[in-house]
């Protein structure tokens, strides 16, 4: 297929919109908050954007640069760029991590569609937070949750299908728009709630001296999974750009947006616990137990109960959008599968490891390997050593292996100014990313403590 053929974005609002909607998801609304809850607050927030800036946006835009100038899928980005078969690995990489991202992620997106239905029933009359967590616990260790699953991933699959422009960019002007305003609403609620103040606080005033090699630890990993770094989904899209489409420009809005949906998260949920007395470090329980309990409370609450729920649905829809088109840009490309029958695939892989991952919170949560169950099996697998690693490669393969002059073409570099904005990317990608990176890998594994 040739570059004139290939399928492109139309408008600039698509790239950003599909490519912001690639990083925002559940990270954004819901694990930022709990980890700055755990961390501290503002210190953790400000350590956080450092490491959008010197992490985040270098390896963006890296992906950007190979995504482009290859007009390719991941695993054929790498083989354009390099004879080498040592490169391909960040290609395989990014396909495997993506089916397994997608399978678990899309569990957890299931649950969102169960409780936007429970708001609208009022929890079936659960009052307290215990009464929460037994119908949570009840429901994810049954088959209904597989049920919800395999409808999630029906929704993701009657988008993707449609293509690049019908499916993917005309669903993401929609979806960004929606989620935007929705995030706002949320946001004027909780600036009028008693423990508003309290709330903002936490979040905006830093304490430096809370800043410890924890909090360092999870700023970095935070603004690297946040925008889903690593993954291959920014070189996929981005194969999509055309050539007028400014590739720092967009990696820099990309980020911004993201970190934007995440401190709009923070000024959601902060105030809230505030209010009622709640903790903002409740971990995973947070969404699912902590929030409703909230709701019950407040005025006019099982409205912003569904809100909040619909948010969280359409979050995990832009995400699993993307990381879906990674596998299927390999399917149609590589292996030469029509559009459907690659959709078709890539939906029975997610299917299949879904219901897995949905039942090893029930039924076959006495199947594990190295004490994990499929879930969480899945989770480590991707997050702690897959997508590292193929961070670690995008950042020096672009940082040392490719020539300068395709990273200025790429990059439009015209002028002297522009040139030294670009020479401080590649001095992230060759030596700070890297780095960064390696520490994030090696805690997650173990190795090193803090």
């Known amino acids: 297929m040739s570059k004139s053929e290939r399928a492109q974005f139309a408008t600039r609002l698509g790239v950003l919109a599909t490519t912001v909607g690639s990083a925002v998801g559940l990270g954004n609304i819901w694990r930022f908050p709990y980890e700055a809850g755990v961390h501290g607050g503002g210190a953790f927030m400000l350590v956080y954007i450092f490491f959008v800036l010197v992490i985040g946006i270098p390896v963006a835009t890296a992906e950007f640069i190979i995504g482009r100038h290859t007009h390719s899928n991941v695993y054929g980005a790498f083989r354009k760029l390099h004879d080498s078969p040592f490169w391909k690995v960040s290609g395989v990489i990014g396909i495997v991590a993506s089916l397994m991202i997608l399978s678990f992620y899309s569990v957890v997106a299931g649950w969102t569609f169960e409780y936007i239905l429970r708001s609208l029933q009022n929890f079936n009359g659960a009052e307290t937070q215990e009464a929460l ?32 422009q019908n499916g993917i960019e005309k669903m993401s002007n929609i979806l960004m728009p929606v989620l935007f305003v929705i995030l706002l609403a ?108 909230i709701f019950l409370d407040m005025k006019f609450g099982q409205v912003w109960s569904v809100l909040f729920f619909v948010l969280l649905f359409l979050a995990s829809l832009t995400s699993t959008i993307s990381m879906s088109e990674i596998s299927i840009a390999y399917f ?25 991952s949905a039942l090893s919170f029930g ?33 020096i393969f672009v940082g040392w292996v490719i020539k300068r002059s395709v990273i200025y073409e790429q ?36 190795v090193i403590r803090f």
């Not at 169950?373 to 950042?395: A, E, Q, R």
Request: aromatic residues 12%; contains cysteine; glycine residues 8%.
């Open 133 to 164: 967590h037994a119908q949570f616990n009840q429901f994810t260790s049954s088959w209904e949750s597989v049920v919800w699953t395999l409808a999630f991933l029906l929704v993701n699959y009657l988008i993707i299908r449609r293509g690049v």
């Open 186 to 293: 949320f946001c004027v609620n909780s600036l009028f709630m008693p423990g508003a103040s309290q709330g903002l606080e936490f979040l905006f005033k830093p304490d430096f001296s809370s800043i410890t090699p924890q909090v360092l630890m999870g700023a970095m990993g935070q603004a690297f999974f946040s925008l889903s770094l690593g993954l291959g989904g920014l070189i996929t899209y981005s194969s999509y750009f055309s050539s007028k489409t400014r590739l720092l420009g967009s990696a820099a809005s990309m980020a911004g947006l993201d970190t934007l949906v995440a401190i709009f998260a923070g000024i959601i949920i902060f105030p809230a616990v505030f209010t009622f007395g709640e903790s903002p470090a409740e971990g995973p329980k947070l969404v699912f137990e902590v929030l409703p309990s």
């Open 332 to 356: 149609t490309e590589e292996r030469h599968m029509s559009r459907r029958n690659a959709t078709l695939l890539n939906t029975a892989i997610a299917m299949l490891f879904g219901t897995l």
């Open 363 to 395: 039924p076959l949560r006495h199947m594990t390997v190295c004490g994990r169950g499929v879930f969480d099996l899945l989770d480590y697998l991707s997050s702690t050593i897959l997508l590292p690693l193929g961070g670690m490669i995008i950042s």
């Open 411 to 446: 990059l439009d570099v015209v002028s002297p100014a522009k040139a030294r904005l670009v020479k401080v990317v590649i001095f992230c990608l060759r030596y700070v990313a890297p780095t960064c990176i390696l520490l994030v890998f090696l805690s997650g594994l173990g």
